[in-house]
DNA sequence: GTGGTCTAGACCACC
DNA sequence: GTGGTCTAGACCACG
């Protein structure tokens, strides 16, 4: 499995910002390291089910974000980004989506209760059981 | 202040959106009792400074969800819901944002102290400490 | 003529290029002011005679550097540039390609007086003559 | 050293284009003189760490215009240049850009003052002040 | 082989 | 009406 992405044709959210999404975290979580070769765009597009000019895109935009380097006639690389982009890129992006949840949660008046013992349930099933699964809320 | 809700018109999220998220947000948690007027589709567009188009659908989408009722030529009124059911709106909301913060840390191969750490300081930041838990509910 | 920009079909320089350039023009230079809304992208796209992926292209890459802000059915805007930013962009443009033009020079080892004396006729071509047409080199 | 031709690999401008204009700018500035045995494909390829397919190119774009010249199993040569021609391509190259940092000029609106103090700058910036100009030509 | 540009046309979402 | 996405396919430039 070359590049583990998945999309869903059938999402509202765009195939070109699905991919996207996903293509960045394997590169700031250094999934995919510096220097290394992406796909061609047309095999990409192949892989993926998609038009090649999809993958044009992604491939441009995060190359405008400087996480790619991309050589006509070569092909397209991981760029190299600072240790310290590169953890700023993956906390901030965690980050959002947490703050996001807790918006959400404000607006229907959850307590800090329910919401304590949602992100406790939910936290042990995305990181099933540590040895000791202690519980440290409160 | 009669409804406290605030469009960004420079936000990439459509203003329809905005404006369902945070009116659906004030009927599931009980903020706008069941049948309550809302004001009409004029003022409402007047208020928050956008189209009546763009206040037309909102009603028209919640309405659909069952959340609000129209009576010709009285006005928009807040539906009843069961308590089940807005229960289920409640958490279904919230725990769908959870799920997407926990898809992006895990993209990024956040470690479960990374979501530990962040998930306990940001709990931290939007419901302070109370040194003896009290519900604020309602 | 609603907005003055020609593009040369036969250049080698792609048009989407082109457009940008002379766009990006028009907006530092004040030319086209904060908040004025562009034609529509089908619009410009006929005026201009090449396809509107073309030209949603250009508005993009614009928008991507803070310079145009667009709104879904309702149109494409002239952002808010401080004018710190606006004053940067005007002179690192013409900076760019003054340098470019010293680099040709020392390249084919052009004396400073060969090239004092082209910059001179030059100056006097595009900004024609002053009352007092003085020669200041030296 | 013994050709003075550096290649930016991650610059947008191919890197055809980069040894072409770098390599013509030693020609008609007489910097390799008529006659002169440039180094084989294979080499140049191995200095400047690019294939001989771009070499080639290179080699064979410059033989079109006639500023070099092959000869079968012996090499690539400097080609007979007239004065005349020296002169053309030499201020040629120069003339077009300095034309296109006008046109940039004007496309911002600068004023006949701020290019001429542009000018000024950057002509000290590039022939730095001797106070009798003396030629440094050859 | 690679990426870069462009077309014509389609469908959707938004206002 | 607006912009946003996507397709299928073409042609060119580069290595």
Redesign the pocket.
């Known amino acids: 499995m070359p590049i583990p992405i998945k999309v869903a044709?059938d999402s509202?959210e765009?195939?070109?910002?699905?991919i996207e999404v996903q293509l960045r975290g394997l590169i700031v979580s250094g999934q995919l390291a510096e220097g290394t070769l992406?796909?061609?765009?047309?095999?990409m597009?192949t892989d993926l089910?998609?038009?090649?000019?999809?993958i044009?895109?992604v491939?441009?935009d995060l190359?405008n974000e400087g996480l790619l380097r991309?050589?006509?006639?070569?092909?397209?690389f991981v760029a190299a980004v600072s240790v310290q982009d590169r953890q700023g890129y993956r906390t901030e992006a965690v980050k959002e989506a947490v703050q996001a949840a807790f918006e959400t949660a404000k607006r229907v008046q959850f307590t800090r209760e329910e919401m304590q013992q949602l992100l406790d349930e939910t936290i042990e099933e995305w990181y099933p059981a540590a040895a000791n699964p202690e519980k440290e809320d409160l």
Do not use: D, F
């Open positions: 044709a509202p765009p195939m070109y910002h699905q992406l796909p061609s765009i047309r095999e597009a089910n998609c038009s090649v000019i999809t044009r895109r491939y441009q190359e991309t050589r006509q006639g070569t092909g397209t």
